[in-house]
């Protein structure tokens, strides 16, 4: 069966479903009115972000797409739903662009009774498609979004002998003062940013394009090549034009850039997306002076919750490497608190 007649396929299962969808696609105004109004959005769930992502996948996959869906329920939008379809060496993936599916995000003011209902024709559908298309490597995670208990979703894998396999995040709490949030700085950050700050000059984007490209060009320097394509430069670079992402960037006293970071946005969360700095200072505090300038500029946006990157331990990954652990030790140094984004896979 090709690609197209299985997407095809999947469109009518999606028909006949007992919760109203909507793809994505059509329904773009609604997935954004959903964006606005739910009372946490993670950035993955953002149009951006998606854009992004599928982007990004689509330059991996042989085959790609977007089957994400606007959920309705007594015909008004309350939710959506991330969701993709690729193929690979003809072997097909199910995700959420590329990454484990990811949880509906309902409205909050839909009765629990409903959002269960809900929940279960998610499941269902995932499932479904699971099941139907032989799909062998399949993996969904619940993340942070705001609450402290699982979702009806995530229960209802559990009930069908879906594997849990724990990752978990670091994550900045931004409901509070900058002084406040500095004092968990680690000791001896705050001598460091202080030293970054005299030595070096830090700024933030605005709209100076030429800055942009001088970065993508220390990125391609520092990595040794072209590691993606224009194209995903170019998503990024409308993200920052829409304010759905921020750039950082340091130059030394002749004005030259020494490294910078890029951050996705949502109105309620920021995500650390890609930092590169010049190797000649990689003992430098760079990417402290970094940090501490976003970690403002979070607060004066008015935004909730800083997610910094993953928190990896040697028990639950055995092929982490010294990189890793140095990385995820810098970036628990700004005070963020450990949250658990449990993932479930498909047991055999």
């Excluded at 709209?207 to 060009?217: C, H």
């Amino acid at each position: 069966m090709t690609f197209e007649k299985i997407i095809k396929d999947i469109e009518k299962l999606i028909e006949t479903s007992k919760v109203g969808f909507v793809s994505k696609n059509i329904a773009i105004n609604d997935w954004l009115f959903i964006q606005n109004s739910i009372d946490y959005l993670p950035v993955l769930y953002s149009i951006s972000s998606i854009t992004y992502q599928e982007e990004y996948f689509t330059e991996q996959s042989d085959h790609l797409c977007d089957l994400s869906q606007v959920i309705f329920w007594d015909s008004k939008p309350v939710g959506i739903l991330p969701l993709t379809l690729s193929s690979k060496d003809k072997e097909l993936f199910l995700t959420s662009q590329g990454r484990p599916v990811v949880q509906p995000l309902v409205l909050d003011q839909i009765p629990r009774s409903s959002q269960k209902k809900i929940f279960s024709e998610c499941a269902n559908l995932v499932q479904t498609i699971n099941k139907n298309y032989k799909i062998k490597e399949f993996c969904l995670q619940e993340i942070y979004s705001s609450k402290c208990h699982i979702s009806t979703w995530y229960e209802h894998f559990l009930t069908k002998n879906f594997v849990p396999n724990n990752q978990f995040s670091l994550i900045l709490n931004l409901e509070q003062t900058y002084e406040e949030i500095k004092r968990n700085y680690r000791k001896s950050y705050k001598s460091l940013i202080n030293k970054g700050k005299k030595n070096w000059e830090v700024h933030i984007f605005q709209e100076d394009f030429m800055r942009w490209e001088e970065f993508q060009d220390l990125h391609e320097q520092v990595s040794g090549r072209r590691t993606r394509s224009k194209k995903t430069w170019k998503i990024q670079a409308d993200n920052l034009k829409n304010k759905n992402a921020i750039f950082i960037y340091i130059v030394d006293n002749e004005e030259i850039m020494v490294g910078g970071a890029y951050f996705d946005l949502s109105k309620d969360e920021a995500n650390y997306s890609v930092g590169v700095y010049r190797r000649d200072l990689v003992t430098q505090p760079l990417g402290h002076i970094i940090q501490d300038k976003a970690i403002q500029h979070f607060i004066m946006l008015g935004i909730k919750r800083y997610k910094i990157g993953n928190k990896p331990f040697p028990v639950l990954n055995q092929d982490l490497s010294d990189k890793d652990i140095s990385i995820a030790e810098f970036k628990s140094g700004f005070g963020a608190e450990i949250y658990i984004e449990p993932q479930l896979i498909k047991s055999n």
